[in-house]
């Protein structure tokens, strides 16, 4: 499976630290709190069960991340995302029900949540394209399913050069006189509505 991605497109020391670091001591922590939460089930506990789903959920998708980022790394980036919103929307459920009793600690919850959650959250959402299958083409990072009507729309645009000092794709004719863009740093041919070269991870827009 590694032969159909490009591996000179894995960015930068943060996800490298947040995959190998981070994430197997969240999936050791989280065991714990599984343990702990098993008593829900028993004591039938709406409250109780729900916090056992949660953690159960929270450590089957981050490890899910961490394993698929290995081969299939577009399938982790999902799991990463749904696992973001699962503990934001968590965060802000446990604040509406604890509220009354210990408020101090469903807004601290809520607020330590907002700010892991958030910065990850966008890190990866404008690095996407880096962790699709080689000849995949995303073009926009921020959309989470580019087949999509966004996705048909922003292929219908007519493109245009982009206005910022990222490389800008060198334009050329193919052998069938259409026209095509290539990658400055890497020659590779790319798709006029691409932001990021799917071969080298060059930013484009």
Known sequence: ??????????????HRIYW?????????MG???????????????????ADFIYAVL???LMAVYFVAFFSWKLHGWYALMAQLV??????FVSLAVTWQDDAAFALSLVIGTLIRCIPVGIYYMKRKPLFAPKGFDIPAAGFLFPGGAAYQGQQNQQWQPPQN?????????????ERAYICPKCGSAVKPTSNFCIHCGTRLK
């Open 20 to 28: 190998l670091m981070w994430t197997p001591a969240q999936i050791v």
């Open 58 to 60: 929270t450590v089957f």
């Open 1 to 14: 499976m590694n032969k159909h991605y490009n591996h000179q497109q894995t960015p930068l020391l943060f």
């Open 165 to 177: 000092d990222h490389p800008q794709p060198a334009a050329s004719f193919d052998e069938n006189g």
């Open 86 to 91: 699962i503990n934001v929307i968590y965060a």
């Open 31 to 49: 065991f714990p709190g599984i343990i702990e939460a098993f008593g829900g089930l028993q004591t039938a506990d709406i409250y109780g069960i």
